[in-house]
């Protein structure tokens, strides 16, 4: 199961980073994509990190203003989000891949499982 923490309520231009957790022994072999999801909108794909965290994966609409990473020895994934906007707005969640040490990122929301309980972030104008 991945757990993400890390939201808050954040000033336009603000920043938050966001952890997602994990449990279990073969986490470094999957990657982890973070998804978010805003008020009576669809579940959005935002990033992405491969399993050895070699490639990365972005939405065009965080580009140049998020940035994700992880951390195998912690079991863990972080998403550092700069120059938050307004429309970043939503319940961000986090998840892991369905295939093992999948050749670079999918975007696809069916693709992942495990999916957390996500994190409130909340930028104010």
């Known amino acids: 199961q991945l757990q993400a923490s890390g939201g808050g309520l954040v000033q336009a231009g603000g920043s938050l980073r966001l952890s997602c957790a994990a449990s279990?022994?073969?986490?470094?072999?999957?990657?982890v994509g973070w998804f978010r999801q805003a008020p009576g909108k669809e579940r959005e794909f935002v990033t992405g990190?491969?399993?050895?965290?070699?490639?990365?994966d972005y939405a065009d609409s965080v580009k140049g203003r998020f940035t994700i990473s992880r951390d195998n020895a912690k079991n863990t994934v972080y998403l550092q989000m700069n120059s938050l906007k307004p429309e970043d707005t939503a319940v961000y969640f986090c998840?892991?891949?369905?295939?093992?040490?999948?050749?670079?990122?999918?975007?696809?929301?069916?693709?992942?499982?495990?999916w957390g309980q996500g994190t409130q972030v909340t930028v104010s104008s």
């Open positions: 279990g022994r073969t986490f470094s072999s999957y990657g």
């Open positions: 990190i491969s399993w050895s965290g070699g490639r990365t």
């Open positions: 998840a892991a891949d369905s295939v093992i040490r999948r050749v670079g990122i999918s975007p696809r929301r069916t693709e992942y499982v495990y």
